[in-house]
């Protein structure tokens, strides 16, 4: 099924035009022209600029709401920074931010020294079990009531601010099934979701949403680098992946839980000189997943080797 809307700006059809170049731009997605428009293509959706005399209308197409939503709602925040506001035949008013479920907590079991695992119960959870590894876990503050981000009749999603601004993590989804998911958190010193599991929070309504992010790269021969934080997305492409994989990871060997044993796993003490002496071969991809300065870092040193960045994932998995 194919979800649609459509929208329409009433002056300056080339600011709106220009906006959406830059976008494409800067998000490295296809923009297209067609005879009668600009295609923008972005989260397996589509939205079209259709230029006339008196304005631009927008057309979207998505074979998700949520996909949908988030979209109607990246394009009202864009335009209205040139001052455009678009009108929409439909708005979902006052409805949860796209993508956005309401989970409860049922269990909270420690895995290792580091690790806790969490699972959470809703009636979509399914849907974060796919080949989108990723969503952001949204927890209230402490003492307040839960103000969860709600869609506003502009179509851009408005979050809670102030005291009742939500910490907004990001976590894989490590295992699902029917109205279920877990997740593990990697507790450290200063981090608010470690003092949140602290305070058992089995019986709670939490809020999650996505899911996003990247899965498991298609190749013949995939290599993973990580640190505690990207455990769980590395346990995952290690069950998933399609050809040969190698995983290095730093992490102490009793974090590493059931991947200890396997052969395909190798602990290390530093992973940047372990990404500088690996020996690349045809048809691979690096994935590599840690701190924001070693992935900054990571992808210098894999495009000075001649990766393309089809070749190559370096994310920053915390800072």
């Not at 998000?27 to 304005?55: I, R």
């Not at 979509?124 to 009531?145: C, N, Q, T, V």
């Not at 009742?164 to 507790?187: K, S």
């Not at 974090?255 to 003490?269: N, Y």
Request: aromatic letters at 8%; proline letters at 6%.
């Amino acid at each position: 099924m194919l979800h649609q809307t459509r929208g329409r700006i009433t002056r300056d059809n080339g600011a709106a035009i220009d906006a959406l170049k830059k976008r494409a731009a800067e998000w490295e997605v296809p923009l297209t022209q067609e005879q009668a428009g600009f295609c923008f293509h972005v989260w397996n959706s589509k939205a079209t600029l259709y230029p006339d005399e008196t304005g631009v209308t927008i057309e979207i197409s998505s074979p998700e709401q949520r996909l949908l939503q988030t979209l109607q709602g990246s394009l009202t925040e864009l335009f209205e920074e040139c001052l455009l506001c678009p009108k929409w035949d439909e708005v979902a008013e006052g409805a949860l931010a796209p993508g956005m479920s309401l989970m409860q907590v049922v269990s909270v079991t420690r895995r290792s020294p580091g690790f806790t695992r969490v699972r959470l119960e809703g009636h979509d959870a399914e849907r974060f079990g796919g080949d989108s590894y990723h969503f952001r876990l949204l927890i209230p503050r402490k003492g307040r009531p839960p103000c969860w981000p709600r869609i506003a009749a502009s179509g851009r999603t408005v979050w809670p601010e102030g005291d009742d601004a939500l910490h907004r993590p990001v976590y894989t989804t490590v295992a699902h099934g029917q109205n279920w998911l877990e997740f593990d958190i990697f507790e450290h010193e200063g981090s608010p979701t470690s003092t949140w599991v602290a305070e058992e929070p089995v019986g709670r309504t939490i809020g999650i949403i996505g899911p996003g992010g990247g899965g498991c790269p298609d190749s013949e021969n995939l290599f993973l680098f990580g640190d505690e934080t990207a455990v769980p997305a590395i346990t995952r492409m290690l069950e998933e992946a399609p050809g040969n994989v190698r995983a290095f990871i730093q992490a102490s060997r009793e974090d590493l839980c059931e991947l200890a044993a396997d052969q395909r796993v190798s602990i290390v003490s530093d992973l940047l000189p372990a990404l500088e002496a690996l020996e690349l071969c045809e048809k691979a991809h690096v994935w590599f997943a840690g701190h924001a300065d070693q992935a900054r870092a990571a992808r210098t040193h894999l495009t000075s080797r001649g990766l393309q960045k089809r070749d190559f994932t370096a994310a920053a998995y915390w800072s």
